[in-house]
């Protein structure tokens, strides 16, 4: 597992963690805002009226309404990125990710709206019946570039676990461990079968069910949130001040956090946006292709919603939570995983200015550090490493107190042999206070409220319906590509891989799922970026157009 993660980070470091990607992305989105004149400030309020003109004609081509649509879209975006991706991006760069994360989400308004109008346009009716539509139709039929749309399919099905399945249960599994001590494999079990269920009954049965879902969990975790933001009011302004103040510079440390460089803010942010809003990605054109109705741009507009209930509200809720509670600097009791453990030669105090600032050139800047990996043997006694060993533990980015040694449940005794920072016995297992994150940081920090307990009961139960609905959108979105690449008759065998996948991400290691996640997010991304690029000229004479009738448009749409 440790050469797979390696592997997925070498592949990250080009791609979605490189210099380049977050200018790509957020260049398409500012193009596309200055190029059709900020349509998501212009038909903001025409968005939200499209989506309220009730019922669609139920004879127009389309398996769905525009709510359930809007729906299946949102539970598909609203899932682990808005709970443990917003944990995820504050425990990597600080309040400053927060900040890039709206601007991901803004910008990316206008890119879901282009991408939306384009893959209702050239959808199309597949073998069962059912519509298909979404980015690889767009690049087959408008573009001529199979070889494009084949490649963009692929890339949707690797994403489907890697964006929808993996993560999601994942992060379910860890929540409810933490607030019910399920054991996280019963948790995958149960959820894989009611995800089977959902799914077999394709995408009227998913409408059904997101359009349920999708309400009822937002309205639910609204109550989470301001539950402890209304407690911690007075830390709500210094909270915005840091968002703002350090986007362009920067987080500073504070408290066992250890900083983090503008660069590195500004790729988390960016990151973690693409993740929680995935406009520019190609996914949701999937969901909003099946749609009734016959005018591409009025679809366009109700996408455009998606970001901003998604980032804009939803995430800036979550961030306002870890934020005011300052849990984000604190050190947790935790369980090590490896992926996020390393031990380096020396002894380092983070309370040490001197400390802080080579720890923080380590983890931000690479080598232009003194900090080198240890190598060698520890003897450790009742599960402690000697006093007398010159090493320090870093777990989670941050200096690791507290550390027990555990082998089968009991305190280690013996020697234990670290090579480059890495121990070689995987049967090793650590655990102490160190900072936490992803949906294990947001699930503590809603216990900082007036609920209590009853917080994080509430941000688990959130995140179970939030990744659940996730992972049956993703569904979706996967069999429509395995349609595309193959035909419908592979859709069921891929829907059970699907379950299994479900199952079996609940206990494995965190970090992995979240860089496997991390990789396959861009592979979409990449191909359906170029291909709305290309046709910038066509979106544009399509909402020209669009504005000639706009009152007649939407009654028809």
């Known amino acids: ?152 399919a692929i890339a949707t099905v690797l994403s489907s676990f890697g964006t929808g399945n993996l993560p999601q249960v994942n992060n379910i599994a860890i ?4 607030s019910f001590g399920i054991e996280p494999m019963i948790t995958g079990a149960v959820l894989a079968v ?16 997101t359009s349920t879902l999708v309400p009822s969990m937002a309205v639910l975790y609204l109550i989470g949130a301001f539950a402890v933001i209304i407690p911690n009011y007075a830390n709500i302004i210094p909270s915005f001040v840091a968002v703002f103040s350090d986007a362009f510079t920067g987080s500073a440390a504070v408290g066992g956090f250890l900083g983090a460089t503008f660069a590195y803010a500004f790729n988390r942010g960016v990151n973690r946006g693409l993740f929680s809003n995935e406009a520019g990605q190609g996914s949701a054109p999937i969901a909003h292709a099946s749609a009734r109705g016959h005018e591409p741009v009025s679809e366009g507009l109700v996408s455009l919603l998606e970001p901003f209930i998604d980032t804009i509200i939803i995430c800036t809720l979550t961030g306002l939570v870890i934020l005011s509670s300052n849990v984000w600097t604190e050190k947790h009791q935790t369980s090590f995983q490896a992926a996020d453990l390393a031990l380096i030669e020396g002894r380092y105090d983070d309370s040490l200015e001197a400390d ?30 000697l006093d007398t060993q010159d090493v320090t533990i870093i777990h989670a980015r941050s200096v690791a107190e507290d550390v027990l040694f555990e082998q089968n449940g009991t305190p280690y005794n013996g020697t234990v042999t670290v090579a480059d920072g890495q121990l070689t016995d995987s049967s090793i297992q650590l655990s102490g206070q160190s900072l936490i994150h992803s949906a294990a ?93 290309l046709l910038r000229k066509e979106v544009k004479s399509l909402v020209a157009n669009y504005n000639k009738t706009p009152g007649e448009s939407d009654k028809t749409s």
């Open 1 to 152: 597992m440790d050469a797979f993660n390696n592997l997925l980070l070498t592949l990250d470091s080009f791609l979605g963690s490189s210099a380049w990607f977050p200018f790509v992305l957020l260049g398409v989105g500012l193009f596309f805002t200055i190029y059709l004149g900020f349509p998501q400030i212009r038909y903001f309020r025409r968005a939200w009226q499209v989506l309220g003109q009730g019922r669609e004609k139920q004879d127009q081509k389309g398996d769905t309404s525009h709510f359930e649509a809007l729906s299946t879209a949102l539970s598909g975006t609203v899932g682990t990125g808005n709970i443990g991706g917003v944990g995820l991006a504050i425990f990597l760069g600080g309040p400053a990710a927060l900040f890039w994360m709206w601007m991901t989400a803004f910008f990316g308004m206008a890119t879901k709206m282009v991408e939306v109008t384009l893959s209702h346009q050239y959808r199309e009716t597949a073998e069962d019946g059912t519509i298909a539509g979404g980015p690889m139709y767009v690049m087959e039929k408008r573009l001529n570039m199979r070889w494009l749309a084949v490649l963009f």
């Open 441 to 533: 940081l947001t699930t503590v920090a809603f216990g900082y409220g007036l609920l209590g307990g009853a917080g994080q009961v509430i941000v688990s139960f959130s995140l179970v319906l939030f990744a659940f609905s996730t992972a049956i959108a993703w569904s979706y979105y996967g069999d429509r590509a395995i349609t595309f690449l193959l035909g419908a008759k592979w859709v069921m065998p891929y829907r059970m891989v699907y379950c299994g996948a479900f199952f079996l991400a609940s206990f494995t290691d965190t970090t992995i799922v979240w860089n496997f996640a991390a990789v396959t997010i861009v592979l979409m991304t990449l191909p359906n970026l170029f291909a709305t690029f």
């Open 175 to 178: 929540s409810v461990e933490s």
């Open 356 to 385: 802080r600032q080579a720890l923080f050139g380590w983890l931000n800047i690479g080598n232009q550090t003194e900090v080198s990996s240890f190598s060698g043997d520890l003897t450790v006694v009742d599960g402690r490493v």
């Open 194 to 209: 009611l995800l089977g269920l959902v799914i077999v009954g394709g995408i009227k049965r998913i409408a059904k069910v």
